[in-house]
């Protein structure tokens, strides 16, 4: 399938759990990473910050195994169905996804990132 | 909340059916869109392509009842929580991610959109 990279090389990836269907994260990848997540079966983004590829969970261990990759009818944004260790957000809770709108906390805290990002 | 727009106005949003779970498609909104969203209840979008605001289902009475939305941690993207009529792609599936990367199809189609987007 045909991906649609937009100006900058990027793509919108959605990361969803799969048994929850819980919607984690949204974050981006360059063609790299999607072959690299791919070929490892673990989700790479492409930070547009650092200006580098990550393997999610690099640091914390909270690490992202993708069981299928979607695509949407423009090819332009896709979904990674993970199974995700422990939790995705680096707050602390389950998904980035948190908060409504309103401010409302609609999110479970899974770790205390104190602990996980010490050091 | 804040939102973090990008620098041309805008911020990815992901639609999701608040009672399967799935995925529905990911779109673009300006503030305005957002302000539209929260004061009429149906999910509005920005079009990169004709540049303007549009509502989802205009065309199609495929409307998006939006029942809650999120901001996830970076305050650069958010979910609204939808009630979808009849199906979400323009192709006729429920979803606008009914492939894998791999061309497999996994969306059910739920509409003919030969019928529904004739004349």
Chains 1, 2 share one sequence.
């Not at 979607?70 to 422990?86: F, G, K, M, P, R």
């Not at 709108?101 to 479970?108: A, H, K, L, R, T």
Request: net charge negative; with cysteine.
């Amino acid at each position: 399938m045909r991906i649609n990279f937009d100006s900058d090389g990027l793509v919108p990836v959605i990361a969803q759990d799969y048994k929850t269907k819980k919607i984690l994260m949204l974050a981006y990848a360059d063609n790299e990473a999607v072959e690299m997540t791919k070929k490892t079966g673990f989700a790479h983004y492409y930070s547009r910050s650092r200006k580098k590829i990550w393997k999610k969970g690099e640091d914390s261990g909270h690490v992202q195994e993708v069981l299928s990759v979607l695509v949407d009818c423009d090819e332009d944004a896709l979904v990674y169905l993970v199974n995700q260790t422990i939790g995705a957000c680096h707050t602390g809770y389950d998904s980035c996804f948190y908060r409504t709108i309103d401010g409302e906390i609609v999110g479970e805290k899974v770790f205390d990132p104190d602990k996980v990002y010490a050091n």
